[in-house]
């Protein structure tokens, strides 16, 4: 996302439905973050124009909503006692919106309708195991950006060494140390 090209004052009006000199309102009255360009025009990034939408309750154009929130996660787990544990981690925060899938097939789903920014993966489940489902998102258009935390009781090196060249962003051991994962998620989060 933060590659993506910034929005014109005039593309803000067009999405809004409302005049420009509006949008230039709200950057004069700081609540809409914008920079200027050195031929003095204003920008504004995607993701500051989103956070304004939601911090307004303005609605969010179509073209935008199918970009993850960045702050859902999905934990993909098979243990339902390791799925609370980790739901009871995060929940300290109190900034993350969490959902959970029991197996690799409810993931998939999952990853469709809830769109997280972040997946928890249990790489050791019955019937599509948690490679496969790494594979399927890494491979999907609408997930490629998706961050992923591998997680297993059985990791070797060389599991390791397969996740991380598929794309998986982290890999770690149970049981873990509380600490390590919520740095590992906010930091993941803060570069989605």
Request: aromatic share 8%; with cysteine.
């Amino acid at each position: 996302m933060a590659n993506e090209k910034p929005l014109t004052t005039g593309e803000i009006a067009d999405l809004c439905h409302i005049h420009l000199r509006t949008v230039l309102q709200w950057i004069h009255d700081g609540k809409l973050k914008a920079y200027r360009t050195p031929g003095n025009h204003s920008r504004v990034k995607i993701e500051d124009f989103i956070s304004f939408l939601k911090q307004y309750n303005m609605p969010i154009p179509e073209n935008f909503e199918s970009r993850g929130d960045s702050r859902k996660i999905l934990i993909v787990d098979d243990d339902i006692n390791m799925v609370n544990s980790i739901k009871r981690i995060l929940r300290k925060e109190q900034a993350f919106e969490i959902d959970v899938a029991y197996d690799g097939f409810e993931a998939g789903i999952k990853l469709l309708l809830f769109k997280p920014a972040l997946v928890i993966l249990d790489m050791k489940m019955p019937g599509m195991n948690g490679f496969e489902v790494a594979q399927k998102i890494k491979r999907s258009a609408n997930c490629q950006n998706t961050k992923i935390i591998g997680v297993s009781a059985y990791f070797d090196e060389a599991d390791k060494e397969k996740l991380l060249k598929m794309g998986v962003d982290f890999c770690l051991d149970k049981p873990f140390n509380t600490t390590v994962l919520l740095d590992q998620v906010k930091s993941l989060l803060a570069a989605a």
